[in-house]
């Protein structure tokens, strides 16, 4: 397993540079939009590659709540970690496209809220780990991010009716894509996956490792307070 | 006494004769929400009519931020004399004390929104153009929206340092939904332009699914140290 990480680093780090080579080279300039759509091939990777974070995050913790296993936590606590991180990407170059193309930074569309509280979600998931420091952290933040999933739909239906009430003239996406950068595209994200596969797969290590370490510590320090009795 | 509708009984009877004689939940959400409705019309003209579309925002904004006070101390009073990890030991259900404390903070809301109600009527010149029996049922639905979550979340931030600051940064952001059901249903009724049927059924289906939720993990929660 040790030995599988540097390759697949190469790996990813090859696919990634592919991918870059693909957005800013391979990919037809887009007609209306001009090279702004670019960011495109690094927002929707990004969308997905957090989307599958957040559903990896809650399997994990419904692992954890059924079965209590510690590792079933540390992979949770890193997708969302990780998660987060892509969700804000996805969440900064959506206003930089935005602004030259749709004339505003940000609009309160179905999508773009919908990914707003899912962040919300997730950095409170990741702010009651931080602040809870007794050893049922796990237990909480699990039964938060299953709660959090199934609050997901209702946020879903709500912004989706508050929205086609007042409709508001957003250009979408819509129609029809080039083969080209759609192959572009899921590149892009086979890299992004991978990317954040290579990311959180470091983390967990450092979280197992970091597990072990305070329960040496604390196995020490009790035996020293046994010796020295 | 010893059936779970027992517990339940017993633990609201007490919340609610603590409440009666001290008064402590009740005068500090009522003084805080005075204190949001006076702030807020400082922020925009408040008897002009097109502050009847934001009135419903305004309204919830309040009472959400008044029961996250008494939410907050909901659980700490029984952290004093060790009431809650007696609780833990005893074989009374989970559920028949969260039901409890669910139930007392729906009617500690629900007497804020009574006395609240009246106010913002003459500070912000409301008058509903819509049906306004629908409001008492968003009222209703809503509050238990806000309050069971509430009840959960402060049970969860009991464990967590600064638990006073950890309520809310868990509450609000799953209470989005309930919150965006409750003001657009209140500024429908209010301005009579749309009907606030489609709200009212998500604020049901959302009571449902969080109630569900906080019965089948409280119990977790409670006995988890």
């Known amino acids: 397993m040790k030995r599988a990480f540097p390759i697949f680093a190469i790996l990813t780090a090859g696919l990634l540079s592919y991918g870059l080579y693909g957005a800013l080279v391979q990919a037809p300039t887009e007609q209306t939009m001009g090279d702004v759509q670019r960011i495109f091939y690094y927002h929707v990777p990004s969308a997905w590659t957090a989307f599958c974070l957040f559903f990896v995050n809650l399997g994990a913790s419904i692992v954890y709540l059924l079965r209590r296993n510690p590792k079933a936590d540390a992979l949770a606590l890193v997708c969302a970690e990780v998660g987060v991180v892509f969700c804000t990407v996805v969440l900064v170059t959506g206003p930089i496209w935005a602004r030259p193309v749709w004339g505003i930074w940000w609009t309160w569309d179905l999508r773009l809220t919908l990914t707003l509280v899912l962040w919300l979600i997730y950095v409170s998931y990741l702010m009651l780990r931080r602040f809870s420091s007794s050893g049922q952290t796990p237990v909480m933040a699990a039964v938060l991010a299953v709660l959090g999933a199934l609050d997901v739909p209702l946020v879903y239906f709500s912004i989706w009716f508050f929205r086609t009430q007042h409709p508001q003239p957003v250009v979408g996406g819509g129609g029809s894509i080039d083969p080209r950068m759609l192959h572009v595209l899921l590149m892009n994200w086979l890299a992004f996956s991978c990317f954040a596969m290579l990311v959180c797969w470091s983390r967990y290590r450092l979280e197992i490792l970091r597990r072990q370490v305070e329960e040496t510590q604390a196995l020490e320090s009790l035996l020293e307070a046994g010796n020295s009795r | ?225």
């Open chain 2, 1 to 225: 006494m010893s059936t779970p509708a027992g517990v339940t009984r017993a633990t609201l009877a007490k919340d609610l004769r603590l409440e009666w004689r001290s008064k402590d939940a009740i005068n500090s959400m009522l003084f805080f929400a005075l204190l949001v409705v006076v702030i807020f019309s400082f922020s925009f003209d408040p008897t002009a009519e097109e502050s009847r579309r934001i009135a419903g925002g305004l309204v919830w904004v309040a009472f959400l931020f008044a029961a996250v006070v008494a939410l907050n101390q909901t659980w700490a009073r029984e952290l004093r004399n060790q009431v809650l990890d007696a609780y833990r030991v005893s074989p009374a259900p989970a559920n028949s004390l969260f039901l409890a404390k669910v139930l007392g903070n729906f009617i500690f809301v629900s007497v804020l929104e009574g006395l609240m109600t009246p106010l913002f009527v003459v500070f912000y010149n409301l008058r509903a153009i819509g049906p306004a029996y629908q409001l008492v049922v968003v009222a209703a639905l809503g509050t238990w929206a806000l309050v069971v979550n509430g009840t959960f979340f402060a049970a969860m931030s009991l464990r967590t340092r600064s638990r006073e600051i950890m309520l809310p940064l868990l509450l609000f952001p799953i209470t989005i939904p309930a919150l965006l059901a409750m003001v657009e249903a209140t500024s429908s009724i209010l301005t009579g332009e749309f009907s606030a049927k489609f709200w009212i059924v998500l604020l049901a289906v959302y009571d449902v699914v969080f109630t569900t939720g906080g019965l089948l993990f409280f119990e977790i929660v409670l006995h988890a140290e």
